[in-house]
């Protein structure tokens, strides 16, 4: 499995999460956020034993990354330098 950083919450405190990462085994996206435990809030969602209910901030959306020909062409995914290229993206040291 390689996971592949492509993004943090350039507003998040200490540069910790919502972050979101890409698996290029599987192809699948993965997103580190904020679990919802709040049981009035999950009421109306069936919510299976294997999965969760994560929320994150609105202004995350503009960070996702665009399609695959984007992400293989070395494009910026997330307002900063790619993820792989060595130099800090939004919100990286």
Not at 1 to 9: E, G, I, T, V
Not at 49 to 77: D, K, N, W, Y
């Amino acid at each position: 499995m390689a996971l592949r950083l492509l993004c943090k919450d350039p507003e998040s405190p200490n540069n910790g999460s919502p972050t979101l990462y890409y698996d290029d085994s599987s192809g699948t996206y993965l997103f580190q956020s904020w679990k919802v435990l709040d049981t009035e809030r999950l009421s109306g969602i069936v919510v299976p034993e294997h999965e969760t209910v994560i929320e994150f901030p609105e202004r995350l959306l503009a960070l996702f990354p665009q399609p695959a020909s984007r992400r293989e062409a070395g494009q910026c995914l997330c307002g900063g330098a790619p993820a792989d290229s060595g130099e800090p993206g939004p919100g990286q040291p």
